[in-house]
């Protein structure tokens, strides 16, 4: 077992109270998944990311449990984390390739990096050359400036240095959203041979764009509001989701091989509730089309078949 996250709960301060963008969530992701994230803007899907590797000043820890490899990560004290980020948890931030810094040459940025976590940068060089040539790259992009590389190019070096340290876990925010079609299908490509290849454990993979998810994710975990809402292998949740909010995700995107014009894109009425004072009960029954009484009663995540998890009283009761 990778990574096991127990009623996890992260709250953020804010001037009306506590927004709670991480409200009791468990799940797990086993050694070698590759997972990924998907759900409305605002449902919780950054700062589930940000919450295994960093809690920023405005993050609460206010419950729940992570253990990475069966050890505890202490997501609430930054002196143990530092000693595990990175090395056993890595994070690609949203915006990472714009981030870099624009006076520094990439060889000397990685340089810096793997010198903050006490590695030798000559140690690893030959690696470090190596891997850059696996994701298409010529070693010369260590002497240039981020400004020299294509969008497409800089993912692929962040990819590469964010997992030298062949990390448990990569939690990747993001990762595809800025690029073009052919680079996106690159940086994807990648990021699953670097999983084959036993640079990185397992992944967590967060994105609004489901599509990209077709292509790199064994399972795919859709969050609602700050809850779950189901988590299954990748092709279940395309072909055979169970949950409405997931049914009605997948039904707002075209479908392969339809030409445009064809079809009509709904999208789904309405809009997530406020998570500073979200409503008792399932999240999404305001904009459910199968709600009853019984919801009002949070539902809870279970298994409905092995592998396939969901939280809605319809499909479990
Ligand atoms: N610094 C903050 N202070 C207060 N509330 C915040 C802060 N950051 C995020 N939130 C709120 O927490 C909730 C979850 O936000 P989060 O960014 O995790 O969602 P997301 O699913 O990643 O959205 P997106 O796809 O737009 O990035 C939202 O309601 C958001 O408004």
Redesign the pocket.
């Known amino acids: 077992m990778s990574l096991k996250v127990e009623d996890l709960r992260v709250y ?1 301060a ?1 001037l009306k109270g506590d ?1 709670k ?1 991480l409200d009791g969530v468990s799940f797990e992701v086993a050694d070698g998944e590759i997972m990924g994230v998907a ?1 409305e ?8 990311g940000k919450a295994l590797i960093r809690l ?1 000043s ?1 993050m609460r820890h206010v419950g729940g449990k992570v253990t990475l490899d069966g050890e505890e990560l202490l997501i609430d004290d930054d002196p143990a984390m530092r000693r595990r980020r990175y090395k056993d948890v890595s994070l690609i931030p ?1 915006y990472a390739m714009s981030a870099m810094n624009p006076t520094r040459k990439i060889g000397r940025m990685i340089a810096d990096l793997v010198g903050a976590h006490g590695r030798s940068y000559a140690e690893l060089t030959p690696e470090l050359e190596r891997r850059l040539r696996l994701v298409g790259l010529d070693p010369e992009v260590l002497g240039r400036y981020p400004i020299e590389l294509s969008g497409g190019m800089k993912q692929r070096v962040v990819l590469v240095l964010s997992t030298l340290l062949n990390p448990s876990l990569l939690i990747g925010d993001e990762v595809t959203s800025a690029l073009d079609v052919t680079s996106q299908k690159a940086v994807a490509r990648a990021l699953v041979e670097f999983r084959d290849a036993g640079f990185v454990g397992s992944m967590i993979i ?1 994105t ?1 764009d489901i599509s990209v998810l077709f292509q790199v994710a064994d399972t795919i975990m859709v ?1 609602y509001a ?1 809850h779950l809402a189901e988590k299954a292998p990748a092709t279940t949740i395309i072909e055979r989701p169970l949950h409405p909010y997931t049914q009605m995700l997948i039904g707002a995107l075209p479908k392969v091989g339809d030409r445009y014009g064809e079809q009509e894109l709904t999208g789904i009425a309405g809009r997530p509730p406020s ?1 500073l004072d979200p409503p008792t009960g399932c999240r999404f029954r305001d904009r459910c089309p199968l709600a009853s009484a019984k919801c009002v009663e949070q539902p809870p995540f279970v298994e409905v078949v092995p592998g396939h998890q969901v939280a809605c009283w319809e499909v479990t009761a």
């Open positions: 953020y804010s927004v963008a759900g803007s605002g449902c919780g899907k950054t700062t589930l920023d405005r949203q967060i609004h969050m700050g998570l």
